[in-house]
């Protein structure tokens, strides 16, 4: 006998919502409770949050204790911040609460290297409860790590490997637009990337260290470049603001694993307004030579929600511990998956 596997969400900001009316839509997933801290949402239900695209009478809890202890569930999703040290307390509430979790932290992609006291506490959580925790996302989690790990498989020789992802920003939700400092002058975000304000993308470092851990490269130096902004040559109006001539419409931001000197792994992220053509590319130079392009690229939202909706039956049947992408079963569209009982 087959039931759906039961979700808690944690986290309901402009990516969350589109979480949330994803998981109602797909027969194998039951949303159990919804979790943000936002005390403006306490109380009000999906219905009325998401308007006309559900009839959910599921109540927003500010509370995640409370619904650990009396909701029963299977997993745990977590969509809150970039930075491993904010969700750990999160994360580790939801294991010693026999959850699996899945979450969107770009740091948890691959946390060893920037967070290894946090990743062997974790590691041990999870094992003492029998249960699993995963970073995912479309990058980092696919897009710039996994596939073009998977796609050295039929090389017999490696030489380097160059992914490149070039993306029009304007299809985005508006919190990343802001995170790349769109609209913003060239000295404001120059100012606004080194005090933190804006992050741009979080996750190329842990990106090549992900590569060079699943293909033992030997990288002995990894470098994110700054970022830089690229300016407007024209006005651009998109669906969250006018961009002036001469101000900022996103970054590209270039990282680079090196071994003796020389670079082996080059990732090359690029979102700003505009740009065109989108696609994501990976060329790995070696025997045989492979260059894979997606043209149109992967659109980054929808895509990380089925990244994240995907890995669902995978966690719950994986081995329990800490693990990231490299280490799980091979990625897949599980919406026809069921929990066995």
């Known amino acids: 006998m087959t039931a759906p596997f039961r979700v ?13 009316a994803s998981i109602l839509r797909r ?3 039951e949303l159990v409770a919804v979790v943000d801290a936002n005390p403006e949402l306490a109380g009000k239900t999906i219905k009325e949050l998401l308007q006309d695209e559900t009839d959910s009478d599921i109540s927003m809890a500010d509370d995640l204790h409370t619904i ?3 909701v029963p569930a299977d997993v745990a999703l977590v969509a809150t911040s970039s930075s491993l040290e904010t969700v750990y307390p999160t994360i580790v509430a939801c294991l010693e609460s026999g959850l699996d979790v899945v979450s969107i932290c770009e740091e948890l992609s691959y946390p060893y290297k920037k967070s290894p006291e946090l990743s062997r506490k974790l ?10 925790v995963v970073g995912t996302g479309i990058n980092p989690g696919y897009l710039m790590d996994l596939l073009p790990i998977v796609l050295t498989a039929p090389c017999q020789i490696i030489e380097t490997i160059h992914v490149t992802r070039h993306m029009n920003s304007s299809h985005r939700r508006p919190s990343f637009q802001k995170k790349i400092g769109t609209s913003m002058t060239n000295e404001e975000f120059r100012r606004n990337i080194d005090e933190g304000n804006i992050t741009g993308h979080v996750g190329l470092v842990e990106s090549i260290q992900m590569i060079d851990a699943a293909l033992n490269l030997g990288l002995d130096e990894i470098e994110e470049l700054p970022p830089e902004a690229v300016i407007a040559k024209r006005e651009v109006t998109n669906s969250f603001t006018t961009i002036q001539k001469g101000d900022v419409l996103g970054l590209t931001s270039v990282a680079v694993g090196k071994r003796n000197g020389e670079v082996v792994v080059t990732l090359d992220f690029q979102a700003y307004a505009e740009a065109t053509p989108q696609y994501d590319e990976v060329i790995i130079e070696g025997l045989p030579r492979i260059h894979q392009r997606i043209e149109g690229g992967v659109q980054g939202d929808q ?3 089925g990244m994240l909706l995907n890995l669902i039956p995978i966690v719950i049947s994986e081995s329990p511990g800490l693990k990231t992408m490299k280490d799980l079963p091979v990625p897949r569209n599980t919406m026809r998956f069921w929990k066995e009982n």
């Open 8 to 20: 808690i969400q944690i986290g309901f900001g402009s990516l969350g919502r589109h979480i949330t």
């Open 123 to 132: 590691d041990l959580v999870a094992k003492e409860k029998g249960k699993t």
């Open 68 to 70: 650990l202890r009396y």
């Open 27 to 29: 027969a194998n997933l």
């Open 303 to 305: 895509g990380t929600i």
